[in-house]
């Protein structure tokens, strides 16, 4: 009998490996959905993204082994081919640049949350000259028992929010719009104007946010009085550098589980269960945190042990990551792990 258990775990942990390293994809030419009653004509679709060697990841077999996802074709085909089976013909035309395209994934208790991210500028083509004429971000959700296949579907809806908005914008009205040449759009769009937030313009306000979208707006969702303890780290690579732990005035409870909190002008984000402080400047967000567990040995622990032993191989895993200082460059449209460097390293 023990030498069955020992064959069968052996057997998982090496289909487990075998996952490693490979890519899944997804094609979004199945896809059928009214993206809007709307005519546009889409001519040209331009890949801005940080990282253009994937589009996110999704999560394969039993032990939900993470693997890098992207799509059949380039992205800029993929999408364009998309747009032009599932918009009304005729219409305007349209130039998109695609700034975030990126999936992923939640494991819960009983279900799977798959999520997109995506952040387009359209560019209207009118009079021998280009106008920025809307920036959209927009996330899409879906949930059920596996969501790896409804991830086109997610993507889709993730375009669909996008183009409801363009159907708000008056396209007559031209000197509304950022002109730009008919050469080079990538370069003639200014930060300033790509990232047009409060966060980047204001004085960041005091509170509690939950979400990313209410500090890029700069409007906390809880305003109640907090104060902040340091504690101070004795462990390379992170001795000298402090620990936040805010808690409410009131009940002397910890706050946590927020997207950040700011506190006389200092945003802290909330990443690996502590607090680190975020710098914004020049139109860019980065923050120095903990290494991001790999999940291999919680998906071994949770094959070979249940839920115990992915509790005990996550503790290892914490504990790894905190021998990692990771800087963290987060995209300023959606909040998202752009580019990541590791600076320094303990054994």
Request: charged share 25%; proline share 3%; glycine share 8%.
């Amino acid at each position: 009998m023990n030498k069955k258990i020992i064959l069968i775990a052996t057997f998982l942990i090496w289909g487990c490996k075998i996952s490693f390293g490979q890519n899944y994809f997804f094609t979004l030419s199945d896809q059928k959905i009214e993206l809007t009653d709307e005519a546009y004509n889409v001519t040209k679709v331009t890949d801005e993204r940080s990282n253009t060697s994937n589009i996110g990841w999704t999560q394969k077999g039993l032990a939900n082994v993470k693997v890098d996802a992207s799509f059949k074709k380039p992205v800029e085909k993929e999408v364009l081919d998309f747009l032009k089976s599932n918009l009304n013909a005729g219409g305007p035309d349209i130039q998109m640049i695609i700034r975030t395209l990126k999936i992923s994934e939640k494991t819960g208790a009983f279900n799977e949350k798959g999520f997109c991210e995506l952040s387009v500028d359209f560019i209207l083509e009118k009079d021998n000259t280009t106008y920025l004429v809307l920036q959209s971000s927009n996330k899409a959700e879906t949930k059920g028992a596996d969501v790896t296949k409804k991830h086109p579907n997610n993507i889709a809806t993730a375009f669909q929010l996008c183009f409801e908005q363009l159907k708000s914008v008056d396209l007559t009205q031209t000197n509304n719009f950022l002109a730009l040449s008919k050469d080079g759009v990538k370069n003639q769009i200014p930060d300033s104007i790509t990232y047009d937030f409060p966060i980047f313009k204001e004085a960041i306000q005091t509170g509690i946010y939950t979400s990313y979208a209410d500090l890029k707006n700069n409007s906390p969702s809880n305003t109640e009085g907090f104060t902040i303890e340091k504690k101070i780290r004795s462990r390379e690579p992170w001795k000298g550098t402090y620990g936040i732990i805010p808690k409410f005035k009131e009940t002397n409870r910890k706050v946590k589980k927020v997207w950040a909190i700011a506190h006389e002008g200092q945003v802290y984000v909330y990443h690996q269960r502590e607090f680190f402080p975020l710098t914004i400047e020049n139109y860019t967000l980065h923050f120095f945190g903990y290494g991001i567990p790999s999940n291999q040995s919680v998906a071994a622990g949770a094959m070979i042990g249940g839920l115990m032993g992915a509790g005990i191989a996550s503790g290892i895993e914490n504990s790894n990551s905190k021998k990692q200082k990771v800087k963290y460059y987060l995209d300023p449209n959606t909040g998202g792990f752009g580019e990541t460097i590791l600076e320094a390293e303990v054994n």
